[in-house]
Nanobody, 120 residues
Framework: QVQLVESGGGLVQPGGSLRLSCAAS????????MHWYRQAPGKQREPVAT???????NYTDSVKGRFTISRDDAKKMVYLQMNSLKPEDTAVYYC??????????????WGQGTQVSVST
């Protein structure tokens, strides 16, 4: 139902900022819960931030106060503003559309990922 493409990753120094974007196409975007996940080398993919269809947000403890997830349903876009970046934030970041609670699992979607590297 939706296809996702991430952009905005890159190399940044500790303390710097990046804004990741996720562009969606297809049907029913506005009622999906949207998530950002990340996966560092040798580690499991982990959830970073969530935004509900009504705009409620949740964050993993390690990014609270530094990252902000937002959505623009008119533009079918999701964003992750990342401030005060740390080396441990280095990972591939993935956008995820989640139909849990209203639709079947086959409607879930993942983007291709965008690399974020935080280093001097």
């Amino acid at each position: 139902q939706v296809q996702l493409v991430e952009s905005g990753g890159g190399l940044v120094q500790p303390g710097g900022s990046l804004r990741l974007s996720c562009a969606a196409s297809g049907s029913l975007f506005s009622i999906y819960y949207m998530h950002w996940y990340r996966q560092a080398p040798g580690k499991q993919r982990e959830p970073v931030a969530t935004i509900s269809s009504s705009g409620k947000t949740n964050y993993t403890d390690s990014v609270k106060g530094r990252f902000t997830i937002s959505r623009d349903d008119a533009k079918k876009m999701v964003y992750l503003q990342m401030n005060s970046l740390k080396p441990e934030d280095t990972a591939v970041y993935y956008c995820h559309a989640d139909p849990t609670g209203w639709g079947p699992a086959r409607l879930a979607s993942w983007g291709q990922g965008t690399q974020v590297s935080v280093s001097t």
